[in-house]
């Protein structure tokens, strides 16, 4: 028999259950973030970050995604035998090897990497391929090449004329020392040949992007140490060390000697410490201070600078030495080249 007053018991608990279940799938399913951030943007290291920044902006521009960028944007010094620390040209090791070192990471804390990697001119795209492809964060040696020949890549050989002149002159005094900052040199049409053979020693290009919808990702590549032991790696493909992102709040990467970077895992530092409520530049300053206070005796040789980019939109960098540059593209700045703060 119909039991009206049961009838309207049950009804009343079910539509109460409704409201708690919507009240959990609003937690579940938040309403979309409004854009309230200096984004797209996308920021670089050193001078040759301009013409990188360009072709990650291409991208941005149109409304795709900060991870397609980042790659976009470092295959062009990568692809340029004019810049002699990063990619095809890059200086060999001491034996007359080209290897190369990069990673990527992206705004779902996927990240790939590959070290020691030879005879492919775009490792950064090698790296996204262990990312997406296999079950690892990083391939190095010729394992990194067998697994980017079985992907696709073509093999190729990466020491230019101009690079191996310049290692055979370095060969008469094999000095190895890193000179600070010659990285300013190598997009402005300078001759390599004509250089001191152990200039351009160090360095990399460290790139961090936020899309339209407010997701960060990065890219770090570079040819490491000029004239370094055969199988050196140093900080750029190394996980919160060269770069580190993370999604929450933002993402980080260095540049200069990457041992001392690696030493003090500085890229993830940095992410920690805007965390914790650091501006960029704050906490750029302060991972470099942790370099210095640790070994000042160390630091007053070398350079080691990091580039920061938080969720907002905000960017700073801080390097040890003056001489640092980072590159700045968006919608209010286009090709802009600005010198980072240092301590000496």
């Not at 996308?42 to 795709?64: C, R």
């Not at 750029?284 to 206070?293: F, N």
């Not at 040789?301 to 980019?309: S, Y």
């Amino acid at each position: 028999m119909f039991n009206r007053r049961k009838f309207l018991r049950t009804g009343a608990a079910s539509a109460s259950l409704l409201l708690i279940d919507k009240k959990s799938f609003a937690s579940v399913f938040p309403k979309p973030r409004e854009k309230s951030g200096n984004y797209p943007i996308v920021i670089s290291t050193w001078d040759f970050g301009i013409p990188a920044n360009k072709a990650a902006w291409g991208v941005l521009s149109s409304g795709g995604k900060a991870l397609d960028a980042v790659e976009k944007g470092v295959q062009v010094p990568e692809a340029d035998p004019k810049i002699q620390t990063v990619g095809y040209g890059g200086l060999p090791d001491r034996d007359g090897r080209v290897t190369l070192d990069a990673c990527i990471m992206d705004d779902q804390g996927n990240c790939g990497s590959v070290a020691a990697l030879e005879h492919i001119i775009h490792p950064i795209s090698v790296a996204r391929k262990v990312m997406e492809k296999t079950p690892h964060v990083m391939l190095v040696g010729d394992g990194a090449l067998q697994f980017a020949l079985e992907q696709g890549f073509k093999k190729q050989d990466l020491l230019t004329p101009e690079s191996k002149k310049a290692w055979m002159e370095w060969l008469k005094t094999a000095k190895y020392e890193p000179v600070m900052n010659i990285e300013n040199k190598t997009y402005q049409n300078a001759a390599p040949t004509k250089l001191p053979g152990n200039q351009y020693n160090h360095d990399t290009i460290g790139m961090l992007a936020l899309d339209a919808k407010g997701n960060i990702s990065g890219a770090c590549t570079t040819s490491g140490m000029a004239y370094k032991l055969h199988g050196r790696v140093g900080d750029s493909p190394i996980i919160g060390a060269g770069l580190y992102v993370d999604n929450e709040v933002g993402g980080a990467t260095s540049t200069g000697v990457g041992e001392e970077v690696i030493r003090n895992v500085g890229s993830f530092l940095v992410v920690e410490l805007m965390r914790q409520g650091m501006g960029p530049e704050e906490a750029c300053k302060e991972a470099v201070m942790r370099i210095i206070r640790k070994k000042p005796d160390i630091a007053k040789n070398i350079q080691v600078g990091f580039l920061a980019l938080n969720k907002k939109g905000e960017y700073g960098a801080y390097a040890i030495q003056k001489g640092f540059s980072y590159a700045v593209c968006n919608d209010a700045k286009q090709d802009l080249l600005i010198a980072g703060k240092s301590y000496y």
